[in-house]
Nanobody
Framework: QVQLVESGGGSVQAGGSLRLSCAVS????????MGWVRQGPGKEREAVAT????????YYADSVKGRFTISQDNANNTVYLQMNSLKPEDTAMYYC?????????????????????WGQGTQVTVSS
């Protein structure tokens, strides 16, 4: 059974930084798309960043471009989300997500957030 376990959430003041981690197990990690998806209170689900595990392609939502960075440690099947210059509107539950198929189109998954596997989520709260 695929397991995605997030860590690193918390509370921070506006302008601060957090780094989220996602440990992936029981999953064929190579040549897939991994992503981070958030859902804030009263808001729709939004994929904020995706990364192709078979290369270096990354994609970002406009709302986080230039502030967030997605990266991976292939040797340890771990995906990270470095979040800088956080804003109160970044407050949300952040989920690690994994594509179901080899070669999943990462830009498409950024737009649709239609991932096959999900973690439990980690809360990020940004105060003004």
């Amino acid at each position: 059974q695929v397991q995605l376990v997030e860590s690193g959430g918390g509370s921070v003041q506006a302008g601060g930084s957090l780094r989220l981690s996602c440990a992936v197990s029981e999953y064929s990690y190579s040549n897939k798309c991994m992503g981070w998806v958030r859902q804030g209170p009263g808001k729709e689900r939004e994929a904020v960043a995706t990364i192709y595990t078979g290369g270096s392609s990354t994609y970002y939502a406009d709302s986080v471009k230039g502030r967030f960075t997605i990266s991976q440690d292939n040797a340890n099947n771990t995906v990270y989300l470095q979040m800088n210059s956080l804003k109160p509107e970044d407050t949300a539950m952040y989920y690690c997500a994994a594509g179901s198929f080899d070669g999943s189109w990462c830009y498409g998954l950024l737009l649709s957030a239609d991932f096959g596997y999900w973690g439990q989520g980690t809360q990020v709260t940004v105060s003004s």
